[in-house]
């Protein structure tokens, strides 16, 4: 037996520090969290503990071409050769004969490693070919904090343990953030407070020591009712407004505007409990007002998370809030993808409406990997209606079987990332240390580099830059990037610290936090966080979804099983309805209809449901059948968690 220290690479806050166990036939035993990282504490998720068994469940090991009608699994067994050659030739055909913004090429965050996602990336950078503008997940969130701090980072994770208060606003960091939830139970225990706002009584919510049951999308009512309750009762440090911001007196008009009435109306809250929150905002001090990613993904999720983060600034605190630290490192991305080596100015679409862009035609060829957009991407039928075209050629590269390569015209084999060396930056915490190969990958996978480099010498590329050692250009994008420590230091797996940007260094046109955006105001959008209405109709409901334990987006489905076809529902609404626990019900809309049963639990509130994420009906139909390609004005995000759906009962249902 031996161990190996490695590193999670998906698309989690935590990024946790492993120890592999692998025994003498070269097999994964076990996978145990390792206490060197002071974050992530030594223990692990119930995704990460499975890893050992799913990396033998459901891989694709070798190439495949297709043989059978699409969406059918009928493919034939080839040999890179053969599969390289029909991919190259497909490729050579779209570029002569359409040109390069008619191949896509589709990634997202699968594996976050910087050699996995980023850096093969270049070859796509060299051909030109189209591009989304990864507005998927949190780029509506982030946007919205460039308007009034000029950048999105904030609080550091190991700040919490010494938090007075602790506001998860939207942000379920039981489940989506264990180790930051665990650090934050550091703070209980020295008597800090812990307060959830959400409309669900979340796993999370269930075990904080207040919880908001907050209306869906009234979160800008809900933070200036606060904003008004610490102004109001002199909890608002002046020295600091005076000296670090813009435009106090503006916002202060418009809060006061937001009567007490008023703002138990719009949120569903009752004042007495935002007057203690508002308290509670007073006088414990330090706070941190943690954002979930999941607030901005609504239609006016944008301006959730600008008002929300205005509050620590009221305390006198440099950004007082976590939403996510991804822009606070000093990380040349754009080195790693060849974004700044190349001058081909590459055609970039929305990934919230590329559903639409696939269905019209627009790409010729499509190069899929580190993604299974067959069930994340909104708008499903257009989306998987898009992939069917006859005209259309579809490349997927994955590790496991998944609902995307059943639309491929070519699959091929990607190794895990306990098959190769990485390395791995977290979007929350600065503790970095090389991924390592655990071993040899499986079958005939192989890595991203070494694809990249087959196709771009197969095409006849001559752009040195894609050629480059990787970890070489590691170390450039990576230029005094640590606190303490070299590039060397890495190399050699030592654990290092990333340097971060000022907390009180704001990169807006005054150099201050801005309560009245002017980058907003010159953008044509409101200069203050501004509250939306979200109405329903008689018979409708707001489809909430988020993540559950046991699976990071589609993945896990091999060790634990389907996500459940569930739909949770008010008691009330439940009776008003006629339908009860263990109906079969259809959710449907203009855009689709997913089959599910139902849940009756009054941690939900009237007028509102939740399915776990990216869930399959029952009718084989994907949850984001219903959610609309409609993309956010600010940051151009999804709006999930404003999906509006009524509720179909289904009789004498046979499974």
């Known amino acids: 037996m031996r161990e190996i220290k490695t590193v999670c690479p998906r698309d989690c806050y935590d990024t946790c520090s492993l120890i592999v166990l692998v025994n003498d036939e070269n097999k994964i035993v076990s996978i145990r969290g390792d206490k060197e990282n002071p974050i992530t504490q030594g223990f692990i998720c119930a995704r990460a503990a499975k890893d050992p068994e799913r990396i033998y469940i459901n891989r694709i090991l070798y190439p495949y071409i297709r043989k059978g009608k699409k969406p059918k699994r009928s493919f034939e067994k080839v040999s890179w050769e053969r599969a390289l050659d029909l991919v190259v030739s497909k490729l050579k055909e779209v570029l002569a004969n359409y040109g390069s913004e008619y191949v896509l090429h589709l990634e997202y965050t699968?594996?976050?490693g910087l050699l996995t996602r980023y850096f093969s990336q270049r070859i796509w950078y060299a051909i030109g070919a189209t591009r989304t503008d990864d507005s998927l997940c949190s780029r509506s969130g982030h946007e919205a904090l460039f308007l009034h701090y000029g950048s999105s980072y904030g609080i550091q994770p190991e700040e919490l343990p010494e938090m007075k208060l602790i506001v998860f606003w939207g942000f379920n960091a039981l489940v989506s953030a264990p180790h930051l939830w665990s650090l934050s139970l550091k703070a209980r225990r020295k008597e800090a407070v812990i307060v959830t706002i959400d409309p669900r009584r979340s796993e999370t919510a269930k075990l904080s020591d207040i919880w908001l049951k907050i209306k869906p999308s009234s979160d800008v009512a809900l933070a200036y009712g606060i904003a008004r309750y610490l102004i109001e009762h002199n909890y608002v440090d002046l020295e600091f407004i005076e000296k670090w911001t813009y435009g106090y007196e503006e916002f202060k008009r418009e809060v006061m505007k937001w009567t007490p009435s008023k703002v138990e109306r719009v949120t569903g809250v009752k004042w007495s409990?935002?007057?203690k929150v508002g308290e509670l905002y007073g006088k414990m001090r330090p706070s941190a007002t943690m954002?979930?990613?999941g607030l901005q993904k609504n239609l006016y999720g944008a301006e959730s998370v600008r008002a929300v983060s205005l509050i620590p600034a009221l305390l006198g605190f440099h950004r007082g809030f976590y939403y996510s630290n991804s822009k606070g490192w000093l990380v040349d991305i754009a080195y790693l993808t060849g974004e700044k080596l190349t001058n081909k100015n590459c055609k970039v679409v929305s990934q919230v409406a590329l559903s639409e862009h696939v269905e019209r035609g627009e790409f010729k060829f499509i190069f899929i990997y580190n993604m299974n957009p067959a069930l994340t991407i909104p708008n499903q039928r257009a989306f998987r209606k898009g992939l069917l075209r006859d005209d259309v050629f579809v490349v997927v590269y994955d590790t496991h079987w998944t609902e995307t390569a059943n639309y491929a015209d070519v699959v091929l084999p990607a190794p895990t990332y306990l098959e190769k060396n990485d390395l791995v930056i977290s979007y929350s915490h600065r503790y970095v240390r090389i991924?390592?190969?655990?071993?040899e990958p499986l079958g005939e996978s192989r890595n991203e580099i070494w694809l990249m480099r087959e196709?771009?010498?197969?095409?006849?590329?001559?752009?040195?830059?894609?050629?480059e050692e990787p970890w070489e250009a590691l170390r450039k994008s990576l230029k005094n990037a640590f606190e303490s420590g070299s590039f060397e230091d890495l190399i050699e797996g030592k654990t290092l610290k990333l340097k971060y940007r000022p907390r009180n260094e704001y990169q807006t046109l005054t150099g201050k936090i801005e309560f009245y955006s002017i980058k907003a105001?010159?953008?044509?959008?409101?200069?203050?966080?501004?509250?939306?209405?979200?109405?329903?109709?008689?018979?409708?409901?707001?489809l909430l979804n988020s993540s559950t334990s046991k699976y990071t987006h589609t993945q896990f489905r091999e060790v634990y099983g389907p996500i459940p076809p569930i739909v949770v529902i008010n008691s009330e609404d439940a009776r008003l309805i006629n339908v009860k626990e263990g109906d079969v019900v259809d959710l449907f809309n203009e855009y689709g209809r997913v089959r599910v049963k139902i849940v009756v639990d009054d941690f939900i509130q009237r007028g509102v449901l939740w399915s776990p994420r990216q869930l399959i009906g029952l009718n084989g139909e994907p949850q984001n059948s219903l959610i609309p390609s409609v993309t956010q004005k600010l940051g151009g995000g999804p709006i999930f968690n404003s999906t509006i759906?009524?509720?179909a009962k289904v009789l004498n249902f046979q499974n």
Do not use: C, H, M, T
Request: hydrophobic fraction near 45%; proline fraction near 6%; charge should be positive.
């Open 455 to 467: 196709l771009a010498e197969r095409l006849g590329l001559k752009e040195a830059w894609i050629f």
């Open 435 to 439: 991924s390592k190969k655990i071993i």
């Open 110 to 112: 699968g594996n976050q």
């Open 273 to 275: 409990l935002i007057e």
């Open 645 to 647: 759906v009524k509720i």
């Open 291 to 293: 954002i979930g990613i």
């Open 521 to 542: 105001e010159k953008l044509r959008l409101n200069p203050l966080p501004k509250q939306y209405p979200l109405e329903l109709k008689d018979g409708e409901f707001i």
